[in-house]
């Protein structure tokens, strides 16, 4: 049986070669063949590093084969350049301020044509004023990325200001459904009251795996040996990855706050930090420094039937990040290893809150959750007949 008609081609341009990038155009090429079942083509038209653009010589007509995604990933992730792809033809390389430029020509060709989703899987600030520009060109924008959503409201306010043409899923819990679950129970008339979460794999393991009586430091090196951590764990421990995800769902919620309106816990002290001892220094012999204090807050903890969790919990009078105690029988409680989980309290779920749980980090989960907010962006790429 022949797949149906193709309904709706989606352009895409990805910001962004890392782990979550990579995985993501592996994800495309793979699953061609359920895409295809769905009347959905997504045809990757350019690609950017953080120094260069490779873009099909046809915008309009072809994309990058699927034989030249796959060997760039296999070049980006021994460190290659997109330059050594070029051998291959059928693309063009633009370097630096070209690769700004030519990527903002294709948003202004393809938004006023075909249309063009630009997909950000980087982990810079640098790409906001670009993301901007193309939204004023009518593309749509898809983001793993959260710092271009927690910059100045003025810039949030901008991104979101067409919903229908934005999707963030992957800035909060990865592949887990939480904007969309928020979103949803907001145009339903039903206000969200409060949100608590443990939004970070990294601390959510670190907190659950002191409950077996175990060091603080020692569960933090281990996590890092697991690869659950960033190069410096301080990076983690400082709660700002969970600040951002905070911020991003109170302002969904309305709030017009900044990341300076947002109190968060780091779990080192500022003689701990990286402007005071190296990476080394701090694994070594910095982070045994913190083992007695947390030791007294778990076991003060236990002695109520609790438990630590490193929380965000955002309400109408702020937001707030760090360490809090919660019921050991509780949903945040029972939590264990790297799992998000995220509670969402409003008149319908005042008592019983809506809880969404599951794997919320992760270049596969992420990448999963940033292909399926492409495709649900289908809608506004239908093929004129």
Same mark, same amino acid.
Request: proline share 4%; glycine share 8%.
């Given at each position: 049986?022949?797949?149906?008609?193709?309904?709706?081609?989606l352009?895409?341009?990805?910001l962004?070669? =890392?782990?979550?990038?990579?995985?993501?155009?592996?994800?495309?090429?793979?699953?061609?063949?359920?895409?295809?079942?769905?009347?959905?083509?997504?045809?990757?038209?350019?690609?950017?590093?953080?120094?260069?653009?490779?873009?099909?010589?046809?915008?309009?007509?072809?994309?990058? @084969?699927?034989?030249?995604?796959?060997?760039?990933? $296999?070049?980006? *992730? /021994? =460190?290659?350049?997109?330059?050594?792809?070029?051998?291959?033809?059928?693309?063009?390389?633009?370097?630096?301020?070209?690769?700004?430029?030519?990527?903002?020509?294709?948003?202004?060709?393809?938004?006023?044509? %075909?249309?063009?989703?630009?997909?950000d899987?980087?982990?810079?600030?640098?790409?906001?004023?670009?993301?901007?520009?193309?939204?004023?060109?009518g593309?749509?924008?898809?983001?793993?990325?959260?710092?271009p !959503?927690?910059?100045?409201?003025?810039?949030?306010?901008?991104?979101? &200001?067409?919903?229908?043409?934005i999707r963030?899923?992957?800035?909060?819990?990865?592949?887990?459904?939480?904007?969309?679950?928020? /979103?949803?129970?907001?145009?339903? #008339?039903?206000?969200?009251?409060?949100?608590?979460?443990?939004? *970070?794999g990294?601390?959510?393991?670190?907190? &659950?795996?002191?409950?077996?009586?175990?060091?603080?430091?020692?569960?933090?090196?281990?996590?890092?040996?697991?690869?659950? $951590?960033?190069?410096?764990?301080?990076d983690?421990?400082? #709660?700002?990855?969970?600040?951002?995800?905070?911020?991003?769902?109170?302002? !969904?919620?309305?709030?017009?706050?900044?990341?300076?309106?947002?109190?968060?816990?780091s779990?080192?002290?500022?003689? !701990?930090?990286?402007?005071?001892?190296?990476?080394?220094?701090?694994l070594?012999?910095?982070?045994?420094?913190? @083992?007695? &204090?947390?030791?007294e807050?778990?076991?003060?903890?236990?002695?109520?039937?609790?438990? !630590?969790?490193?929380?965000?919990?955002?309400?109408s /009078? #702020?937001?707030?990040?760090?360490?809090?105690?919660v019921?050991?029988?509780?949903?945040?409680?029972?939590?264990?290893?790297?799992?998000?989980?995220?509670?969402?309290?409003?008149?319908?779920?005042?008592?019983?809150?809506?809880?969404?749980?599951?794997?919320?980090? =992760?270049?596969? %989960?992420?990448?999963?959750?940033?292909?399926?907010?492409?495709?649900?962006?289908? @809608?506004?790429?239908?093929?004129?007949?």
């Amino acid at each position: 049986m022949a797949p149906p008609a193709v309904r709706s081609v989606l352009p895409v341009v990805l910001l962004g070669c =890392g782990g979550v990038g990579r995985q993501l155009l592996r994800h495309i090429v793979s699953c061609r063949p359920l895409h295809a079942n769905q009347g959905v083509a997504i045809r990757v038209v350019g690609v950017a590093d953080s120094s260069s653009l490779l873009v099909a010589e046809d915008l309009h007509s072809n994309g990058l @084969d699927d034989a030249l995604l796959s060997d760039l990933c $296999t070049a980006k *992730s /021994t =460190g290659s350049p997109l330059s050594a792809l070029l051998a291959r033809g059928q693309c063009q390389l633009f370097s630096n301020s070209e690769a700004r430029r030519k990527v903002l020509d294709t948003a202004s060709v393809l938004g006023k044509t %075909t249309g063009l989703v630009l997909v950000d899987c980087s982990a810079t600030y640098d790409t906001v004023s670009m993301l901007k520009d193309a939204v004023d060109c009518g593309c749509c924008v898809v983001l793993a990325n959260k710092k271009p !959503l927690t910059c100045a409201y003025k810039d949030f306010e901008k991104l979101v &200001s067409n919903f229908r043409r934005i999707r963030f899923e992957s800035t909060v819990g990865a592949g887990l459904p939480v904007i969309a679950s928020v /979103t949803r129970i907001i145009a339903s #008339g039903d206000p969200v009251s409060r949100i608590v979460g443990s939004l *970070s794999g990294t601390l959510g393991y670190v907190m &659950s795996e002191l409950e077996d009586g175990k060091r603080f430091s020692e569960v933090v090196k281990t996590a890092k040996s697991l690869g659950y $951590t960033e190069p410096d764990p301080r990076d983690d421990l400082s #709660g700002m990855d969970v600040a951002r995800k905070a911020l991003i769902l109170a302002r !969904l919620l309305g709030q017009r706050i900044s990341m300076e309106d947002i109190n968060v816990e780091s779990l080192y002290p500022s003689e !701990l930090g990286p402007d005071a001892m190296s990476t080394k220094e701090f694994l070594e012999s910095g982070l045994a420094q913190l @083992d007695k &204090s947390i030791e007294e807050r778990v076991k003060s903890a236990s002695l109520k039937g609790n438990v !630590l969790r490193y929380v965000c919990k955002i309400e109408s /009078t #702020g937001c707030q990040v760090g360490i809090q105690e919660v019921p050991k029988n509780s949903a945040l409680g029972r939590l264990r290893g790297s799992d998000n989980v995220v509670e969402i309290y409003s008149r319908c779920y005042e008592n019983a809150p809506l809880v969404i749980q599951g794997a919320g980090a =992760g270049n596969d %989960t992420t990448a999963a959750g940033v292909l399926a907010d492409i495709v649900d962006l289908q @809608d506004l790429f239908l093929k004129t007949a």
